[in-house]
């Protein structure tokens, strides 16, 4: 479309040019012919005045919409013009002008209607009204010539040809122009996306190749992590860790990295499918506030590992309509990733509430904060505000995306609202009805 709309431009840029040269030099030519007509007709009879023989020379050039000769000193010796109550504002516009070689003029005429009525008595009976009345004013292109009697300058003659009808002729230009870009605009916006949906068509499969690779792998891969995990816990059985500190740094080093990588793996697979249409959403109307006190009883030690106080806050009775697997998953996320980034001795804070028919979860933790030019990033896949933080605590970036995918799919919002170094609030809302079961 850049390429058109240039070639657009310079298309009507040359045309105008190649036009309007044209013009100028048909008008620039009528001068030059009049005045030769002119200066031979006071040859031939030997008179420099024209003031007196103005009626005996006639001056009607093609297209010519005016023509006055002019003495040095201004004052009109004789002229003539298609429009008669237009001289006083022609002969306003050659005042004091001596044009030099090839020198033209443009100027626009206003046509007041009004005024040619009430002057028009002023002429002839004969001469009438010559303007239509859907003509508002008229443009013209005048050209001069000077006039001289025996090497004598006696005066100009300025000729004036109507070019009204050529920027009309431009303004079709335009608009044809204009419409000729509406069309190839619309012709290249459907074959482009037509070509585009084409060109799609390999992209979705080999996008659909990759997850259910991801899928199949991460679900392929759980079987040999479980197999290390339980041998690791054999092996601790059998193994003297206490003789032996050496094998027990390196069963717990091994312990922890299997239950890091099974985290991996299990998130990969739930976001894998959440690509699918692998999911069933089961609905049901639930107390919610069970399974927070499961979620916090069982993140607890972990808490406690780290001096944090893990609270909950929560009416006796709180009322949620989802799925109690994944809901039950989401606040072990938010609760887990309050822990994790939150420093020794700090705060976590798990509040429940039913709002105007809703299920109201806020995590508030007093950690290390997020960047708010982060704010919108942490929901997506593998992005990690922190990197070598969140290595260290074995952050793998996934589990708010999942969290955020879990929230969408019970039709909820979520937010986060942080400072660095005051801690992070996570608000979600999931409406309890208007839900209805459905494969994601």
Request: hydrophobic share 40%; charged share 25%.
């Amino acid at each position: 479309m850049l390429f058109l709309s240039i070639f657009i431009i310079v298309v009507f840029a040359v045309l105008y040019v190649v036009i309007m040269n044209d013009q100028r030099r048909t008008v620039e030519s009528l001068a030059s012919q009049e005045a030769k007509i002119i200066e031979n007709y006071m040859i031939q009879n030997q008179q420099g005045n024209l003031q007196d023989q103005n009626q005996e020379i006639v001056l009607a050039g093609v297209d010519q919409f005016f023509y006055y000769v002019v003495k040095p000193s201004g004052e009109l010796i004789m002229g003539q013009e298609d429009i008669p109550q237009l001289r006083s504002k022609l002969l306003l516009q050659i005042k004091d002008w001596f044009p030099k070689k090839s020198e033209t003029r443009k100027v626009k005429i206003k046509i007041e209607h009004e005024e040619f009525e009430k002057d028009i008595r002023k002429f002839h009976d004969h001469d009438e009204l010559r303007v239509p009345l859907n003509r508002k004013d008229i443009s013209l292109m005048i050209a001069g010539e000077p006039l001289f009697y025996k090497g004598n300058f006696i005066g100009t003659i300025y000729v004036g040809k109507d070019i009204s009808d050529v920027y009309h002729l431009f303004k079709w230009v335009i608009v044809i122009l204009i419409a000729l870009t509406i069309v190839f605009f619309g012709v290249a916006l459907y074959i482009s996306n037509l070509m585009s949906k084409k060109a799609m068509i390999p992209i979705f499969k080999s996008f659909k190749r990759q997850r259910e690779f991801v899928a199949d792998a991460s679900h392929e891969l759980r079987t040999p992590l479980s197999v290390l995990l339980s041998s690791i816990d054999a092996m601790e059985m059998t193994i003297d860790t206490e003789e032996d500190d050496f094998s027990r740094k390196l069963l717990f080093s091994m312990k922890d990295e299997v239950k890091r990588m099974t985290s991996l793996v299990g998130g990969l697979l739930t976001l894998a499918r959440s690509d699918t249409d692998q999911i069933e959403l089961k609905l049901e109307e639930i107390e919610f506030r069970a399974i927070a006190e499961k979620a916090i009883i069982s993140l607890q030690p972990l808490a406690a590992s780290k001096k944090i106080n893990l609270t909950l806050t929560s009416p006796e009775i709180v009322k949620a309509k989802g799925d109690p697997e994944k809901l039950s998953q989401l606040l072990y996320i938010l609760i887990d990733n309050g822990i994790k980034y939150t420093p020794d001795g700090g705060e976590v804070q798990l509040i429940l509430s039913n709002k105007e028919n809703e299920l109201r979860i806020q995590v508030t933790d007093s950690g290390i904060g997020i960047k708010k030019e982060d704010h919108t990033r942490i929901f997506d896949r593998f992005y990690r505000s922190d990197k070598s933080r969140s290595r260290k605590i074995g952050s793998h970036g996934l589990g708010l995306a999942i969290a955020k995918w879990i929230v969408e799919i019970h039709n909820g919002t979520i937010q986060v609202n942080s400072e660095i170094g005051k801690g992070s609030t996570f608000t979600i809302q999931i409406p309890i009805s208007n839900i209805t079961n459905k494969r994601v």
